[in-house]
């Protein structure tokens, strides 16, 4: 029988619409899912002319994307538009290698399958090396599973005001609170001074940290003490606005390994496995959306974090420049979406500000934002848009991992660090911050991380231009504003690359090159409006900058 033929990236707002299209009319379908096959887009390319997702193919018939189904089904009436389906199905199977499907691509199945976390072939299912940190009631607890049952008996709050600016620490419980629960628990186990010792191991294996005192928070070696004036942390805690917070102890073999051996190929991975959650909690009455408090709420999402943790075994140092660049592409668009779950959706301009520099992920012992990681790492530690200053000091550390195009290098640290050198415009159209006017996500390799971002490039540009010959006008995304600089400075340099990323042989790109040929000049430059919009539900919470920060001064406000 014939097929319906859906080429999709996850995360696509105009994927899940046209799936969502096709499931409210019983359609089936089958996806292949550009995210985690990147290489089928020149498949599609072949098929459609297009590098736009989504593209629908009924058989080798084009259809297009989100707006062709719905404008299709507006010409032939939905009655006209099942019997074209129902003669599609009836056709023989397309045969061309270009729509073969991998053994795992989902047929007619409304969502496409997510590949499972990478494993290696000596794991065991239940086995991430968790060293065992305290054993209760005969019940042996490992390092997470110790903080979910401390979480379950001590009450977490905000401290009362100290100090001369009346500072409040926020997710904190005292000395003397933590041995009243561990006895009001455990009261066959343990007497005052035995909850006090065993408070004291909790401490030695990190579990719990201490907040100020006379140990730096850097310190591993901490004096438990069962006082009321005494103030600990759970390590997740301990830094609040972290992914990654939780693992610091232990290693696991699996995530550790990928980490060390494909930092991408994680990043990917974790980003598939967030996907499938997105999946699942889904807005049936609004297509693309996503309930994130309800992924926030799973603990498969916890289970997710994590596993993100061995992003911090990362040694950006070690990695040659192409590895950098996926990986940290990769990076970006993982802590995008876990941070909207995290922390809310970022609905506003102050909240997006503070969303972007105070949600942070660890890398190799390092902290890093959004901001951090995009305009200092990705552009070379150059300024954003409407900012004074770089990401990164010159005696910044973190400055030396700044990544710049060094055309034919691969090598590591061989990266100029200074903000001036060429920065690989591609980058911006890869990352996706979340809003709806961004690039689709997909998953970049170390070693195709080129032709990816080409694609990319020639993608965005397609479904982002659009030229108008009469008024000589190029209307284009906002981001070729923003990013001048990196596109070259001038309109006319701007226009050159865009042009250059237009498909051969498309109107747009005679047209473009019609203009810029004639010799009359004057080729005007306008650009879209951004829709900031995400693709979270209504019922997702606001983003709360607040969840981010471990003090705040009752004295100053925040």
Known sequence: MGRVTVFASAGCSHCARAKAFLDARGVPYAVIDLTTRPARLADQRALTGSSSVPQVLFNREVVGGADDLEALEAELGPDGFLERVREALAAPDPTTPRLALDADDPVATPTPSRPPMPRHDDDDDDDDD??????????????????????SIVRVGDSAPRGLMRVVQRRCFTGADLVTALLRKHPSDLGREAAAAFAQRLCDAQVVREVGGSNPAHAFKIRFRDER??????????????LNPWRLAWINRRDDALARDDPAQLCAALRAEFTSLCDAHADVANPGAVRYDAVRATPDFERLRVSACALRQVRLDALGRKTRLAFLINAYNLTVGLAIAAFGAPRTRAQRRTFFHDVQLCVGGDAYSLSDIEHGLLRGNRREPYRLFRPFAASDPRVRFATVRIPGGDSPGGDSPGGDSPVDARIHFALNCGAKSCPPVSSYTSADVESELEAAAEAFVEGSTFVDVPTRTVTTSAIFRWYARDFGGTDEEVLGRIRGWMPVGRPERSALEGMLADGRGGVRLAYASYDWTTNASDSTSDYDATATRSEYSWLLGG
């Open 130 to 151: 968790e060293p065992i940190v305290a054993t209760l009631n005969g019940v042996r607890f490992g390092f997470v599973a110790m903080i979910r049952e401390l979480r």
């Open 229 to 242: 004036r005494a103030l600990y942390r759970l390590q997740p805690d301990n830094h609040p606005g972290w």
